[in-house]
C-alpha cells in the first residue's frame, strides 16, 4: 500500500498527468458542443427524423448524456491511458530509479505490483475525470440552449446502466494500461511502450479485420483479438439507449419501465465470450509484467 501510495504521489505530481486530462476533457468539451450545435441549427439536423432528433439532444443534455459520455472514454480515453501508463511503468528505467529500488531490497513482484496497480489507479483517474468534466459540460448545454433538466431520468435503472458503462469504460482503459506495462517491462522504455500500446489501439482492429475478410484463419482468429472484443462491450455501454430510459422516465408506465429493464437485462450475443478473452488477455499481461521484471538483469541496459 505504501508503494502503491508513492504511485499515486508521483502521478499527481507529474505534469503530464494533467496535461493528459486537459486534452482529454478538451475533446470531450468539443464533441458535446458540436454535437449540440449540430442538432440545435445544422440544416442536416432538420431532416432526421423526430426520433433521430430526440436521441441527439439527448447525447447532449443532461443527464441524458452521461451513457454517451462513457462512451467517449471508452473509445477514445485509452489513448491516453496508455501514455500515461508507459511513462508510470518505464520512465524509471532511464532514471535508474528500478534498479536502485531493487538494490535497497524492494522486493521486484511487489515493485511491478505497484506499477500495474499505478497505472490502473490512472486510467480511473481519467475516467472520473472526464466523466465529471463531461457532465458539467453537457449541464451548461442543456442550460445554455433552455432545455429542460430530466432529473427524474436518474431512476434506479438508469444510474445501473451508468455504473455498468462506467465499470466496462475503467475496464477497458484498465486493459490497455496493464497491457502497456508489461510492453513497457519487456522494452525496459516508456517511448517504445507508448509506440507499441498507441499501435495495437489504432491498427489492430482494423488490420485484423481487413485480413480476416481475405483469410479464413485470420476471420477464426478475430474474435480472440482485444480491439474485436473492445468493440463488442462498448456496444453495451450505450445498449437500451438514454432515450429509453428518457422515456421509461418521462411516461411514467410500468410497461415502459418492465421493457426498459427487460432490454437492460439481455446481454448482447458475445458479450460474456468478450469479458472472458479480455480477461485473459488482462492476467497474460500481469503475469508476463511479472515474470519479466522478476527476471531483468537491471544492471545491463
Known amino acids: 500500500m505504501k508503494m502503491l501510495a508513492g504511485e ?6 507529474m505534469r503530464v498527468t494533467w496535461v493528459l486530462m486537459l486534452i482529454l ?4 468539451a468539443l464533441m458535446i458542443g458540436g454535437m449540440a450545435y449540430w442538432a440545435q441549427s445544422s440544416p442536416d439536423a432538420q431532416k432526421m427524423t423526430a426520433e433521430e432528433r430526440e436521441q441527439a439532444v ?14 467517449f472514454i471508452a473509445s477514445l480515453g485509452p489513448l ?6 508507459a511513462r508510470v511503468a518505464g520512465d524509471e528505467y532511464a532514471w535508474g530509479t528500478a534498479k536502485q ?3 535497497m531490497g524492494v522486493d521486484r513482484r511487489r515493485y511491478i505490483a505497484s506499477k500495474l496497480a499505478g497505472a490502473a489507479v490512472a486510467s480511473l483517474f481519467l475516467l472520473v475525470g472526464a466523466v465529471l468534466a463531461g457532465a458539467a459540460m453537457s449541464l451548461v448545454v442543456t442550460m445554455a440552449l433552455g432545455r429542460p433538466v430530466e432529473i427524474g431520468m436518474l431512476t434506479p435503472l438508469f444510474l445501473a446502466k451508468v455504473a455498468r458503462g462506467a465499470g466496462i469504460a ?10 502497456t506495462v508489461c510492453v513497457a517491462t519487456l522494452a525496459r522504455s516508456s ?3 507508448t509506440a507499441i500500446g498507441i499501435l495495437v489501439l489504432l491498427l489492430e482492429g482494423s488490420v485484423v479485420g481487413s485480413l480476416a475478410t481475405r483469410f479464413a484463419t485470420v476471420a477464426r482468429i478475430a474474435p480472440y483479438t482485444i480491439g474485436y472484443n473492445v468493440n463488442v462491450l462498448l456496444s453495451l455501454i450505450e445498449r437500451g439507449g438514454a432515450g429509453q430510459a428518457a422515456q421509461a422516465a418521462a411516461h411514467q408506465t410500468a410497461q415502459a419501465a418492465q421493457a426498459a429493464q ?3 437485462a439481455a446481454l448482447p450475443p458475445g458479450t460474456v465470450r468478450a469479458f472472458v478473452v479480455l480477461g485473459v488477455w488482462f492476467a497474460a499481461s500481469v503475469a508476463c509484467s511479472l515474470w519479466a521484471f522478476s527476471r531483468q538483469e537491471l544492471g545491463m541496459e
Do not use: N
Not at 443532461?62 to 459520455?69: D, E, K, L, N, Q
Open 8 to 13: 499515486v504521489f508521483k502521478l499527481r505530481r
Open 25 to 28: 476533457v478538451a475533446f470531450e
Open 58 to 71: 439527448a447525447a447532449t443534455s443532461f443527464p441524458a448524456s452521461i451513457p454517451s459520455t462513457l462512451s
Open 80 to 85: 491516453f491511458a496508455i501514455i500515461l501508463a
Open 101 to 103: 529500488q531493487v538494490s
Open 170 to 179: 475503467w475496464f477497458t482503459l484498465g486493459l490497455y494500461s496493464v497491457f
Open 191 to 193: 517511448a517504445t511502450a
Open 262 to 264: 427487460a432490454q437492460a
